[in-house]
């Protein structure tokens, strides 16, 4: 067995290839000539670092040279122009998909790290199932959906989908904003801190991408991935308060302030050409009535939770 893993210098793609490193798992990371080695380093010697970009198929098919398995965690999830998440999100994957289908019965299962933005918001009363007609919300969302496509109608090898609900832990930089905050005593609340959602820890994510890479079971299907209970903004910056020790001051942020701010972070965003966290289009994710989704599926065909 030897994995192609992308996106091993984010967030979850890291953590992954530590859980492959720790399993001693003969591994090739693809890595752009610019991408940031900074989570890479004092990585195991068990991974082979392999520069290429989802753009280049050259590279791609040196890449997967002497690979029986990928999982593709790799996309953009900030971007100035709707574009560049098709771009990479989209088109990106069906690169890398047709680069495996050029190696004929060489590559065994296909795994990739989708979205909850690719189906759209969901409250508790009524979560998100995979068998639903997806609504994404957000150009990042209609990215990955388009993704999930593409391995659905091009995919040659079994393959399977997982669409993570929000995901924390190690190496974050996003919850870490919130983290940052409770620490300065201030909890910024949309919709007064209401909105459901469904979390899954990094870890919990990359022990069953690995069960999804080393079993039979699940090919070509789509599955919902977080932790059975459901949260709300709210409650999840009162525990991380209560864990940090640290008091807090609620500031609520109604739609038009959050709007006026996300409209400023966009046009100092095109100034400087680099994506800030805050965007219109982070605006619309932030405002839906909830991100909650099903996970029955993965309870009752993989019997994990």
Known sequence: ???????????????FLALLQERQVPTAILLRPAASRRLLAGSPPHGEVRVGALGDSTSLDR??????????????????????????NATGTQNLVEAVGRRGSQISRFVYLSSLAACGPAVASA??????????????????????????????????????????????RDFLQLFRTVRAHLVPTFAGGRQPLSLVCVDDLAALAMHCLTTAAGAGRVYHVAHPAVVTAGELAHEVARQMGSWTIPVPLPKAVLGATAAAQDLISRWTGKPGIL????????????????TSRLRQELGWE
């Open 127 to 172: 979560p998100a199932r995979e068998d639903a007609p997806p609504s994404p919300v957000s150009d990042y969302g209609r990215s990955k959906l388009a993704a999930e496509q593409v391995i659905a109608r091009l995919c040659p090898v079994p393959y399977v989908i997982l669409r993570p609900g929000g995901v924390y832990g190690p190496g974050d």
């Open 63 to 88: 890449a997967l040279e002497g690979v029986t398995h990928v999982v593709h965690c790799a996309g953009k999830t900030k971007a100035l122009r709707a574009a560049e998440f098709h771009e990479v």
């Open 1 to 15: 067995m030897m994995v192609l893993l992308t996106g091993a210098s984010g967030f979850i793609g890291n953590r």
């Open 279 to 294: 965007s219109r289009e982070r605006c619309r994710e932030l405002g839906a009535a909830g991100w909650v989704c099903d």
